[in-house]
C-alpha cells in the first residue's frame, strides 16, 4: 500500500488543513477554539471529537485542551442528540429539542450560544446533529467553514440533507482489481481476500463522511463466483472489521451479490425468487451476514444485466426479485439498492426499432407499486450508460410508487477515465435542477428523487467510486474534485458548481491566488471541453471499445450493444421521436416531450441524441452540424492545450508532486484530444465530402 | 492433458491409418509387407522402424514380422545412408551410392531390388534417403501411399526437398498460453515451466515428421523476461528432454530469443551487438545452451518489432545485431532465423507518405551480403501481415546474398481463427509459383526461396503453428489439413493444392465417396470464400482490433500499426504506385512492378492493395467496384451457409466427434461471414450512397 507518507499533499485530499493566517481569526476566537468539548460517549462522537481536535489543531496550530462542557471558559462543544447543549442550539434555531422538522432526515447545526461565564467575549459554539453522524457531519462542515476563512460569525446555521441516501459503489474486485478504475489497485481487497491493513480504509472513511456520505458498498456489481461468497463466514469476519472502521465514520457497508447465491453458495438448484427454498434460503443466508454485521445497510444488486443472473431467467418480474431480497433483509433494517440498468446487450444492430434507450423505464415503469418498501430502484442519470452528454433518465422523473436513487458515475470511465481533465459535478447538478412534477407541484428532479414530496420512505445519490490505492486516491489529483462533489451534491443539490467547486479548491490548494482562481476556472471548463471533443450534439459512444478511452467512431456501430449514431453520407443522429422514431420521447413528461420532439425546440446538445439530421442542418447556434462538428474538435483540442498551458502557469506555486501529476495528466490529455479532433473530423469529412468552412487541416 | 484415447479420430489427424480393403493389395504385396527389417542402427532409424511397423499392421491388419536384413524372403528394408541396401536403391535410380546430388541436401527413396532367392515374385522394398530423418520422412512417404491406394507399384522413386529449412514456429508462452493460438493451450509450457508430459510432444513429433518437418522453435517470437531465462539452467535440462524426443523424430529445436538477454539475464548493461562483452556474453550463454542441447537449431529473433528491443536501440544495422548472434553458434552448428517483420509501429495515421508495405524490404535490402552466413532473414510472404490476400513481399524476390525463408502463418490469426474454414495452402503455393528471375535465370520464387540457385547455404520455409492441446489439435478439424499442407509445401512447393489436399482428405477420412470428394471441395474453395466475404481487393484489415476475428472497417484506420483502406465517400484503396503514391511498386523487378504499377494491368484481387479508385471503377470482371463489393458478399456468406449445408450432408459418414467438431465451426463462420456481408455492405451504402444494383437488404 502506497502510504500517505510519500506523498501527503496528494493523499490528504480536501482534509490537508492548512493554518490559518493571523487575519483569519480574532483573538477571541482563537481563544474560543482552543478548548473542545462533548456531550455524550459513543464511537461516532468519538470519531466527531478526534476529527474536531485534529482540524482545530492543524488550522489554528495549538492543539485545543479537552475540557468539560461545564466549562465556563469559551469552547466548542459537540452535542449529542437529545442533549440540552443540543435542545438549546435547536432552540437558537427555532427547531424543537429533537432539531428535525417533518420531511427532514438528518439535519446538522452550528450554533453559538452565551458562555457560562458574565465575561465579555464569553460564548461557546454548539456542534450538533439529528444523529451522531450528523454531529460528525457538522464537524466537518464547521471546519470547512474555517478553512475556507469566515471564521465562526454568521452563526446559527443549519442544514438538512435532501437526500436519505447518499452512497459510494465501489467495483472492487477480491483480486485487488477495479473494474472501470484508474487509479491503482483497490484498497478493500487484494489475493481473493478482504484486506486486514485498515489504515487507507480509515482514511477512506474519513474523506466519505467529511461530505457526509453515509453508505459504501465494497465489491463488484459484477460479482464474481468468488466475491459471492462474501455473503459467508469465509468473507465475514473480516467484513465486520472493515464495516467497524465505516461504521466509526456513520457510514453503513453494502454488499453486491449475485442474484444466484443460492446455486452459487448452496445445494439449491434454483434462483427462482417465488421458489419457498429461496426465500428460506435468502432469509437463512442474511441472518448469518448480521450476526457478524448488525447494521449491514444492505445489498446492491445488478440483475437481468450484460448477462448477469436475474428473476428474467426464472420469467419473473425485477420486482419479485426485488422482494425476495427484501423480505429478508427487513426484519434487520437492510434495504435493496436495487440496479434499474436493464436492457438488452445482444441487440442485432441490424434491427433500429429496438431502443436500448426505452429499456429501463419500459421494463420499471410497469411495475411502479409492485416493490417493497425497503426497494430502492437505482437509475443511472441517463436512459444510456454515464455519456459526457446524455438527456435525464424519464424514469426518474415518472415512478411514483418506488423509492429511487440516481446513480452517476464519479469515476470517469466515459469522461477520460482521470487522464483527462473532467469535473462532473455540473452535469449532475444541472440534471439535478430540472424541472419536475412531483405529487402535482412545480418542483425539480432532486426532488423527485428525494422520495420527500411522494412520501417514499428512502430516496437519494449513488456513484461509482473513482478511488484506488494511488497515492493521490483518484490517480489525477483533480479528479479527487469528483468525489468530493458528489458528496456535497448528494447531501445538497441545490448548491451551484462553482460553489461546490470553490470549496473544494479552498480546501485543496488554499484560497492564494492565483492557485485558487485558476484551478477553480479549470475544473468549470473542463466538462465543457471534454464534450467539446469526444462525440458531438449528444450522439454519445464512438469510444474504442472495451476499455472506453479514446475516439473509434465505428466501434460500437455494428455491435450487439445498442449504441449507434447511424452515420451515412448524409446525415447522422438517433430519431427517437414518436412521430418517426422509436418513441422514446414519449417516455417523458408532456412538456418535455414536447420539447424533445420537435426539432426547433430541442436542445442543440441533444439534437443527435433525439434526431437525425443531415449534415447541413442548421443548429440554434446558426451553424450547420457538420461544421459545429469541425469548430467544435478545432476549439476542443485547442482548450484542451489550454488547460496545460494554464497549470504551466502555477509551477511553483502548487507543491512539486501534485503539480507533476496534474501536468503529466494534461500533457495525456493534449494528445487525446488532437486524437479525437483529428479522427472525428477525418470521419465526418471524408463521410460528408463537405470541407471546412475554414479550410483548417483535415486528413 | 486431452489424452488420445477420448477422441481417437481427432486425435490421430493423418496418420490415423485405416486398414486397406482386399482389393487394395495383390497377395505376394501383403506378402511383402508382412516383414520388415532395419539395416543401421540409431535413435532415428529406430523411429523409422516404429513407425514402419505402426503403419504397416494398420493399414495391412497384420503385423509385420521383423527380419534379418539378410533373409531371402520377400521384406522392407530400411537401409542406412552408407549402407550396401541403400547404395543398390540408389543404384535403380542412376544415382550414386550416397543418393545426393549437386544441389541438394536431402534426398528420399524408395526403390525395389529383387530379393535374394529366385521365386517367383521374390523381391524386397528398400526405404531410404540421403540422411538418417530422410529414412524416416522416406517411411512416411511409403506408408502415404500405401494409404492413398498406390500399392507397392510404381518403384523406384526419388525426391529431393527443396528447402532445407522446413520450420514450424510455436508462440507458445510459458504460462501456458499462446499467442494467436486457436486450439487450447500450450503443448510445450504449463505454469512457468517446460512439460514433463511429453507424451502429447512425441505424438507431436511424429505428426511434424511425417510431412518433412526438421525444425520447431517451441516459444514465442515475443520474449517476455521469464521466456528469456529458457536460456538458463533453470529451464535447460527439461528443454533438453524436449529437444531428446523431437530428435528421434528427425527435428531440431529452436528457441525464440529476447536481443536484450544480456541486461535481462545478467549483469550486462547493454546489449549493444558490437559491444565486446556482450559478443563474449553470448558465446559463453550458447555455450551452456549446448552442452544441454548439443543439436539445438539456433535461434530465432523478433528484433526491433513491435516493441521488442533490437539492435536499433544502439544504432546499430539488423545484420549487425544477428551477427554477433550467429558468431556465437558458429562454433555449434547453429543458425540464426531472424525475422525480417521491421516496422514502425508507432505510426501516425495523419502521415500518408509513410507506407508500412515499403518497411521490411527498405530495411533489409541495402544490407544483403552484410548477413554471416549461419543467418536466414525470415520474411513474411506478404509485405504487410498474413492476410488473406497480399502480394508476395519483394524482398523475397530480391535478396541475392542473404540466405531467406518464407515466412507463412498456419495458425489461421486473419483467416478465421480455426472457427471459419480456410484451406491455406493455395495462397502459399500461388506465391510459391510466382516468375521470379534467380540468378539471372527466369523460376519461381520457390527457387529463389530455397537459395540453391544463389549459392545461398540456407533457405526454406516457416510456419507460425496452429496447434494447441485441443483435442484435434488445431481446434477445426479441418484445420489440420493447413498443418499438414504446411509441411508439404515445404518439403515440395510445386506440388498443386488440390493433390496436397487430397493426400490429406485421403490419410484423414479415407477415400470412400462422397466424403473425399466433399471434403477436398470444401477445402478448395474455402479460402476464396473466406476472401470474398472480408476485407475487398487486397486492401486488407478491416477486423476487430486486437484480437482479428469479425470486421470492424475503421478498426485500424486510425491507428498506429499503419494498416490503412483510406476509404472516403468517393472511393477507396491505398495508393502505393511511383507515380501518385508511395512509391512501394518500385520495390519489385521491372516486369512485377509495371504489372503493379498501372492501374489497367494490375489484378483485380490486389487492386486496393496499389491503387486509390472511385467506387465507379470497373473492374477487369466488368462489375464497379461497389457492386463487387456487394456482390462477392452476398455472395461469400451465401458460400459459407452453404459449406455448412454440404458438411450436413455427410452426416452418419463421417464418425460423430468430427462430424460435430465441423458442423459447431461451420455454425460459426456462418454468422460470421453474414456478419462481416452486413458491416462491409452498410459500411459502404452509408458512405458511397450508392444501392446495389440487385437492391437486396443493406442496413
Keep these: 500500500m502506497t502510504e500517505r507518507s510519500s506523498h501527503p499533499n496528494m493523499y490528504d485530499c480536501w482534509l490537508g488543513y492548512r493554518p490559518l493566517g493571523p487575519e483569519a481569526l480574532a483573538a477571541d476566537e482563537r481563544n ?60 437558537t434555531l427555532g427547531r424543537g429539542p429533537a432539531g428535525l422538522r417533518p420531511g427532514e432526515d438528518e439535519v446538522i447545526a452550528l450554533a453559538e450560544l452565551p458562555g457560562r461565564s458574565e465575561g465579555p467575549g464569553s460564548r461557546r459554539i454548539v456542534i450538533t446533529g439529528s444523529t451522531e453522524a450528523a454531529c460528525l457531519h457538522a ?42 478504475g484508474y487509479a491503482g489497485k483497490s484498497i478493500f481487497f487484494a489475493d481473493g481476500q478482504v484486506t486486514q491493513d485498515l489504515r487507507r480504509v480509515t482514511d477512506y472513511a474519513r474523506l466519505l463522511a467529511s461530505v457526509g456520505v453515509n453508505a459504501v458498498s465494497v465489491n463488484n456489481v459484477n460479482v464474481t463466483r468468488a466475491a459471492a461468497r462474501l455473503l459467508t463466514p469465509a468473507h ?109 446487450c445482444f441487440q442485432d444492430w441490424r434491427d433500429r426499432s429496438t431502443d436500448r434507450a426505452r429499456a429501463c423505464y419500459d421494463t420499471f415503469m410497469p411495475l411502479d407499486g409492485d416493490f417493497a418498501d425497503n426497494v430502492i430502484a437505482a437509475i443511472k442519470l441517463g436512459p444510456m450508460d454515464f455519456q459526457v452528454r446524455e438527456p435525464a433518465s424519464p424514469l426518474l422523473f415518472a415512478l411514483r410508487q418506488t423509492s429511487q436513487a440516481i446513480e452517476v458515475q464519479i469515476t470517469q470511465e466515459y469522461t477520460g477515465q482521470q487522464k483527462d481533465l473532467c469535473f462532473l459535478h455540473p452535469q449532475w447538478h444541472e440534471v439535478m435542477a430540472l424541472p419536475a412534477t412531483v405529487a402535482g407541484e412545480a418542483g425539480t428532479l432532486a ?69 485558487f482562481s485558476t484551478v477553480l476556472q479549470m475544473l468549470l471548463e473542463s466538462w465543457p471541453i471534454y464534450e467539446s471533443y469526444t462525440a458531438p450534439l449528444g450522439v454519445g459512444w464512438m469510444v474504442t471499445p472495451h476499455h472506453h478511452y479514446g475516439p473509434d467512431i465505428d466501434g460500437y456501430e455494428y455491435s450487439r450493444w445498442g449504441t449507434y449514431h447511424f452515420a451515412d453520407r448524409d446525415g447522422i443522429g438517433v430519431d427517437r421521436t414518436k412521430a418517426t422514431g422509436t418513441g422514446y420521447t414519449v417516455q417523458y413528461e408532456a412538456g418535455q416531450a414536447a420539447l424533445y420532439e420537435d426539432i426547433a425546440s430541442c436542445p442543440d446538445e441533444l439534437l443527435l441524441f433525439f434526431h437525425h439530421v443531415p449534415y447541413t442542418h442548421r443548429l440554434k447556434s446558426g451553424k450547420t452540424v457538420i461544421q459545429h462538428i469541425y469548430d467544435s474538435h478545432f ?50 469529412a471524408r463521410k460528408s465530402g463537405i470541407p471546412d468552412e475554414k479550410g483548417r487541416r483535415i486528413f
Tied chains: 1, 2.
Design 32 to 91: 474560543l477554539l482552543s478548548r473542545i468539548a462533548v456531550v455524550g460517549v459513543s464511537a461516532v462522537l468519538h470519531t466527531a471529537r478526534e476529527e474536531l481536535l485534529r482540524g482545530l489543531a492543524a488550522l489554528t496550530g495549538n492543539e485545543p485542551l479537552s475540557v468539560p462542557w461545564q466549562t465556563e471558559q469559551p469552547h466548542v462543544v459537540i452535542a449529542a442528540p437529545g442533549s440540552a447543549e443540543a435542545g438549546a442550539a435547536w432552540g
Design 139 to 180: 464537524v466537518f462542515a464547521f471546519l470547512r467553514r474555517l478553512q475556507a476563512g469566515q471564521g465562526t460569525g454568521g452563526l446559527p446555521a443549519a442544514e438538512a440533507t435532501a437526500n436519505r441516501l447518499r452512497m459510494v459503489n465501489h467495483w472492487d474486485n477480491l483480486d485487488g482489481s477495479i473494474e472501470r
Design 236 to 344: 465475514l469476519p473480516r467484513l465486520a472489521r472493515l464495516a467497524e472502521v465505516f461504521r466509526r465514520y456513520g457510514i453503513r457497508v453494502f454488499l453486491s451479490i449475485s442474484f444466484d447465491s443460492p446455486i452459487v453458495l448452496s445445494g439449491v438448484r434454483t434462483a427462482d425468487p417465488l421458489d419457498p427454498e429461496v426465500g428460506t434460503w435468502w432469509r437463512r443466508q442474511v441472518a448469518e451476514v448480521y450476526e457478524h454485521i448488525p447494521d449491514l445497510g444492505g445489498f446492491v444488486v445488478k440483475a437481468d444485466s450484460e448477462s448477469r443472473p436475474g428473476p428474467a431467467v426464472y420469467g419473473r418480474s425485477q420486482a419479485e426479485g426485488a422482494n425476495v431480497l427484501a423480505a429478508a433483509l427487513r426484519p434487520f433494517g437492510g434495504i435493496v439498492v436495487w440496479r434499474a440498468f436493464v436492457y438488452n
Design 447 to 515: 426532488g423527485a428523487v428525494s422520495g420527500y414530496p411522494t412520501g417514499r420512505p428512502h430516496g437519494g445519490v449513488t456513484g461509482v467510486a473513482n478511488v484506488g490505492d494511488d497515492p493521490s486516491w483518484t490517480g489525477h489529483v483533480l479528479a479527487q474534485a469528483n468525489l468530493y462533489a458528489f458528496g456535497r451534491l448528494a447531501w445538497d443539490p441545490v448548491t451551484e458548481p462553482r460553489a461546490v467547486a470553490a470549496e473544494w479548491v479552498a480546501q485543496t490548494f488554499g484560497i492564494a491566488e492565483p492557485v
Design 635 to 684: 476549439d476542443g483540442a485547442a482548450a484542451a492545450q489550454r488547460l496545460l498551458d494554464t497549470w504551466l502557469t502555477l509551477a511553483g506555486q502548487v507543491d512539486p508532486a501534485r503539480f507533476e501529476n496534474v501536468r503529466g495528466r494534461l500533457e495525456l490529455q493534449v494528445v487525446n484530444a488532437a486524437q479525437w479532433r483529428d479522427v472525428v473530423n477525418t470521419y465526418f
